[in-house]
């Protein structure tokens, strides 16, 4: 079946640096990506839909220049935290769409990577 | 606009019990509707999925949902819980494709399974 794998699966950086988390899709190509955060006991909410050749789409309230999101070939999409601060600390998320146009919206998700910013 | 409402962010049962975790959506065009499970520190596993046909979908581990559109609901249920099935579940709702796509998730239920 289809596999997403996210690296790295935990990170532990100081405030101000930078972190980057990459997603992807081992035995399927993937055109649309999705990156979700998960707070501590809370669903999962939708950063952004990650298009490869083309600019992320960014949900309302997230701030583009903070998650770089970059989706540079069929099987990689990464996310960069710029700047992290210790309200970054999250459970980080990403998505694959598979099974369309024959399925329907079904997702294959990663792993998730814990980023603690200290 | 749509949204998923679980009732419920903790449900326990016994092992052997029968485990029911409710679901209501909102949605203002025909749901495809998704129940998810996550263990500690994991992704999401897919568990089932409705979109057309049969409103009662079966999906892996002996787990079951009925789509019921009179009551916007889609439960999910299991016969008998196993110690294994204690996990999060998130309900999920997304429009059809070509539509509005985005998946919705509601807050979760955490299944605890007593011995």
């Known amino acids: 079946g289809a596999v997403v794998s996210q690296h790295p699966s935990w990170v532990i950086c100081k405030s101000g640096t930078s972190v980057k988390i990459e997603c992807r899709s081992l035995?399927?190509?993937?055109?649309?990506m999705f990156w979700y955060r998960q707070f501590p006991k809370q669903s999962l909410m939708l950063m952004a839909t990650?298009?490869?050749?083309?600019?992320?789409?960014?949900e309302q309230g997230v701030e583009k220049d903070k998650f770089l999101i970059n989706h540079a070939s069929l099987t990689l999409s990464t996310l960069t935290v710029t700047s992290a601060h210790p309200e970054d600390s999250s459970f980080y998320i990403c998505?694959?769409?598979?099974?369309?146009?024959?399925?329907?919206?079904?997702?294959?998700f990663g792993a998730g990577s814990r980023l603690t910013v200290l | 606009a749509q949204s998923v409402t679980q009732l419920g962010s903790h449900v326990s049962v016994s092992e052997g019990a029968l485990v029911l975790l409710r679901c209501n959506y909102s949605?203002?065009?025909?749901?495809?509707l998704f129940w998810y499970v996550q263990y500690p520190n994991q992704g999401l596993q897919l568990l089932l999925k409705?979109?057309?046909?049969?409103?009662l979908v079966k999906g892996i581990n002996g787990f079951e949902a009925e789509f019921k559109k009179s009551e916007t609901s889609f439960h999910l249920t299991k016969p008998s819980a196993h110690m294994s099935d204690a996990a999060e579940y998130f309900c999920?709702?997304?429009?059809?494709?070509?539509?509005?796509?985005?998946?919705?998730f509601g807050k979760g239920t955490k299944l605890t399974v007593n011995p």
């Open positions: 998505s694959a769409r598979t099974g369309y146009p024959s399925g329907a919206n079904v997702l294959t």
């Open positions: 999920a709702v997304s429009g059809v494709p070509g539509g509005s796509e985005k998946l919705v």
């Open positions: 949605s203002s065009v025909p749901p495809y």
């Open positions: 035995d399927f190509q993937a055109t649309t």
């Open positions: 409705y979109t057309t046909g049969a409103t």
């Open positions: 990650s298009n490869e050749g083309s600019k992320a789409t960014y």
